[in-house]
């Protein structure tokens, strides 16, 4: 038995951009790639900040007392902001890596179409 999965939701440019996907991993495989090492280091880094908002929020609702008292957490805190701040600068460099990357795939996008 054979089971065909028919989504209807799916737009032109959608599938036109799976289209360029699969025409730059022909073309350019090492574009291809870069492309998906990229937005495998993204979700990496985002999941990185969430747990480090996620740690933060749950020291602070733990704490008592004042919290400038409390040298620990502050340490923390400081650690979360210095780890955050290096990893939204290489989330902002990924970012302009993503740009040169579409960009040379744009190129192929007549063909996709």
């Known amino acids: 038995a ?3 999965v028919i989504d209807f939701t799916v737009t032109m ?3 036109a951009d799976q289209l360029l996907a699969r025409v730059v991993s022909l073309e350019k495989p090492e574009l291809q790639a870069q492309r998906v ?7 990496t880094y985002r999941r990185k900040i969430k ?16 919290l400038l008292d ?6 923390v805190l400081a650690h979360s902001k210095t780890t955050a701040n290096e ?3 290489r989330l902002q460099a990924l970012r302009e890596t993503e740009s040169r990357i579409i960009a040379a ?9």
């Open 2 to 4: 054979r089971l065909t």
């Open 13 to 15: 440019r959608g599938l």
């Open 37 to 43: 090492q990229l937005l495998e280091e993204t979700t």
């Open 51 to 66: 747990t480090i908002a996620d740690e933060m929020l749950e020291m602070l609702s733990l704490t008592q007392g004042t």
């Open 70 to 75: 409390d040298t620990s957490l502050i340490e």
């Open 87 to 89: 990893i939204n600068e």
């Open 105 to 113: 795939c744009e190129g192929y996008r007549p063909v996709a179409l």
